[in-house]
């Protein structure tokens, strides 16, 4: 079945088409309509019957039927109502009548129509194609245009009457014509209304010339706001009617209701009541119910407000249809109860009476005192000279600023005794001393008061006698009394000191290398029967020399030593230590020495310094030294001597002179020193060590202790080049020889 219906819909649309292509505009009655699309337009009349559009009336129909099918007029076509032929020409119709349907109407589409003198544009037409002249153009006589669209269509004309329902939305025409003049249809005489509950009534008043004007005002809204509402309206004029809906604007204020607040009163220092508010001016049977929101009540006053009135402002809060119109009210502060006494009080006798104080019963917002208007004054018959006792202390007079104070109950002012202190004051004596006088001293007298108000005077004693030893002793004091004092006493120290005790030492001597003799302290300072066997311990005296310090002066100092009732003082001695003397001990026997033969001197300083040697001017031997050891080195055969001597230093004097006579006798050529079977020989390129033992180390040296060669042994006999132009210092094994090589060989 859904297959046939689209099938004869489609066969349908191909007739419509074909019809359509082979016909579009068509004569139905006294007007043509063009059919191209897929509503009908009222169209030109293009094949020169003029008689076609010059009738009086023409009265457009809504839709139309045509070759079984019907359409819907919903546009006047360009130059729909404009004769063939001539510019400006255009139908002699005095009337012509749209439909509802009318949309759009095209360019000049009532261009010249001469006759016409009225035309009403249907509420359906939103567009007037003209946009450089007026769709009526050359309508000499068309002096009433009728709008019934609620917006101005596009490109719209006002003439001479141009009837609207909404002037605000028709302002601005885009064409005028015949002196054209923009009229409401219905005008309201009254804008404003204030609430009332009911629907507003107003006066109108019918604009448009000709016709007679019905409508109802039934509908408009009663509640506050700004209205805009659209009322039918029919129009009539004899057997003619057209309806259009006009606009009115109108405002609804708010009735005024007065909210009123209530006076009320509270005592100071209370939280502020709960505020009533009142309210007046509700109509038409209305009540609180259409508060929306409560107003705001409030007021400057807190609970810390002084006593007086406060206003109770108001503001705020909402009513459906109302506005509010505010009362403020009164706050009333009154003063709170109040009860005081003055607080007792205490003071030490000699002094100014205290700030005396009240204690309050009844005191709000954590208050310690009221604020006064005039301040209590206190009255008593206590002053500064007053004795120890209890005296009466009022308060009169006072008046509280935000209090109702009655009399204020009295106190009581006690009069202490003052604190006097009588202090024994230290003192100090030496060891084996009578005790001094002691004093004292007061402090705490008032009133120009001094010791004569004491009962008797103050006694001060100790234990310490004149040989109590050194320390500290107690002073008491006490035994006295005053009857405005309380006496507290204060002990004081008696210090026994030390006697001073001289300790000294006497100046020594001694040589140098000899032991420091044993020093004796002495002292000087005993007192009474005492002697060194009080010391604790005794001092000592001390030097800093030792055996073995050098000649000169050293201090020796007492220091050290301890006494229960002695302190020290030292004076210090001097150790002289002298030069010492020294000799020469030289047991060698060198009486068979022979032509190179080495031999070591071997004198000894009883100081232990080392021995210097001197001889004869000769040329037969020669002494040498060789580390720390002297050499004799015999080279010739003859007879001289060998002077030892020890020529002393800062710590020795020098010593006496040591004689030998010495003969050297001929030699093999064989340097031999000691009586090792090792021997060296000179040779002509160097040296020969003959019998050393495997193993050894050949060392050579220059004079000046430079080692020169250094071979290990290893067969019994050794040659060694040598430069022949130096002196040699050769050890092997235990035995050093010294050879010298003359440069002629």
């Known amino acids: ?136 153009d050359n309508c000499y006589l068309l002096r009433e245009l009728i709008y019934l669209p609620l917006k101005a269509p596009l490109n719209w004309t006002a003439t001479t009457m141009t009837y609207v329902p909404d002037k605000q939305s028709y302002s601005s025409p885009s064409f005028s014509i015949n002196d054209a003049h923009v009229i409401e249809m219905i005008t309201f005489n009254q804008t404003e209304f204030e609430y009332t509950g009911h629907a507003p009534n107003t006066i109108w008043t019918n604009n448009v010339e000709g016709y007679t004007a019905s409508l109802s005002l039934s509908a408009l809204n009663g509640e506050v706001g700004n209205h805009k509402e659209w009322i039918p309206v029919t129009f009539t004029k004899g057997d003619e009617s057209f309806t259009a809906n006009v606009v009115y604007r109108y405002t609804v204020k708010p009735a005024k209701l007065t909210a009123k607040v209530t006076n009320t009163s509270r005592e100071y220092g209370e939280e502020n009541p709960q505020f009533n508010i009142s309210y007046s001016g509700f109509v038409n049977g209305e009540n609180e119910s259409v508060i929306t929101s409560v107003p705001t009540v409030s007021t400057t006053a807190t609970k810390t407000s002084k006593v007086g009135e406060y206003p109770i402002a108001i503001s705020g809060g909402s009513a459906k249809n109302y506005e509010f119109v505010y009362e403020p009210g009164v706050l009333t502060v009154t003063k709170a109860p109040l009860s005081a006494k003055v607080n007792d009080a205490t003071k030490v006798y000699g002094s100014q009476n205290p700030a005396f104080t009240i204690d309050y019963y009844g005191l709000k917002n954590n208050e310690s005192t009221p604020a006064w208007t005039t301040s209590p004054t206190f009255q008593t018959d206590a002053t500064q000279a007053s004795g120890v006792g209890t005296y009466t202390v009022k308060a009169v007079n006072g008046v509280p600023v935000n209090y109702d104070l009655g009399e204020i109950t009295a106190g009581i002012l006690n009069i202490t005794p003052a604190p006097l202190t009588i202090k024994a004051n230290n003192a100090a004596r030496q060891y084996y001393s009578d005790n001094p006088t002691f004093s004292y001293t007061c402090n705490g007298f008032v009133n120009g008061e001094n010791e004569s108000v004491l009962v008797t005077a103050p ?79 005794k001092p000592e005296a001390k030097t800093t020399a030792t055996k073995t310090s050098d000649v000169g002066t050293y201090p020796i100092n007492v ?14 001695g001097i150790l002289t230590i002298n030069k010492a003397e020294q000799t020469i001990s030289w047991e060698q026997d060198l009486s068979a020495l022979s032509v190179d033969d080495q031999v070591e001197l071997k004198a000894e300083a009883s100081s232990g310094l080392p021995i210097t040697y001197t001889m004869d001017q000769t040329n037969i031997a020669e002494i040498y030294t060789a580390g720390n050891k002297t050499y004799l080195d015999c080279k010739g055969e003859g007879t001289f001597q060998i002077v030892a001597v020890q020529n002393g230093n800062k710590n020795y004097y020098s010593s006496t002179r040591v004689r030998k006579t010495i003969t050297i006798g001929n030699s093999s050529g064989i340097n031999e020193m000691d009586n090792s079977q090792v021997k060296v020989q000179r040779t002509s390129y160097g040296i020969k060590v003959i019998d050393a033992n495997v193993g050894d180390v050949i060392c050579i040296y220059t004079l000046d202790g430079l080692l020169q060669h250094s071979v290990k042994v290893e067969s019994k006999n050794v040659e060694i080049p040598l430069n022949r132009q130096n002196v040699y210092i050769i050890k092997v094994g235990g035995k050093i020889v010294k050879l010298g090589f003359n440069p002629s060989e």
């Open 459 to 537: 006694k001060l004693s100790t234990t310490a006698t004149r040989t109590s030893s050194v320390g500290t002793y107690e002073i008491k004091v006490g035994e006295t009394s005053s009857p405005n004092y309380s006496i507290s006493f204060v002990n004081a120290t008696l210090t026994i000191t030390p006697r001073t005790l001289m300790a000294s030492v006497d100046n020594y001597e001694r040589p140098y290398n000899v032991e420091n003799p044993v020093f004796e302290v002495k002292y000087d300072g005993f007192v009474g029967d005492d002697d060194d066997k009080v010391l604790i311990s």
């Open 1 to 136: 079945m859904k297959r046939i219906i689209m099938l004869l819909l489609f066969m349908a649309a191909i007739s419509f088409q074909n019809n359509s292509l082979a016909q579009t505009k068509v004569q139905i009655g006294d007007l043509y309509y063009d059919l191209s699309g897929a509503n009908a337009s009222v169209a030109r009349n293009d094949d020169g019957h003029k008689s076609l559009y010059m009738k009086s009336e023409y009265i457009i129909p809504s839709s139309i039927y045509y070759n079984g099918y019907s359409y819907s007029v919903t546009e006047i076509s360009d130059r729909a109502f404009s004769v063939p032929g001539g510019y400006g020409n255009g139908s002699t119709a005095e009337k012509i009548v749209m439909p509802e349907t009318i949309i759009k109407i095209g360019f000049y589409a009532f261009e010249g129509c001469t006759k016409l003198t009225s035309i009403i544009i249907p509420s359906s037409v939103n567009t007037f194609m003209d946009t450089y002249h007026s769709t009526f």
């Open 559 to 572: 220091t050290g030593g301890s006494a229960d009732n002695y302190t020290f003082t030292y004076t210090s």
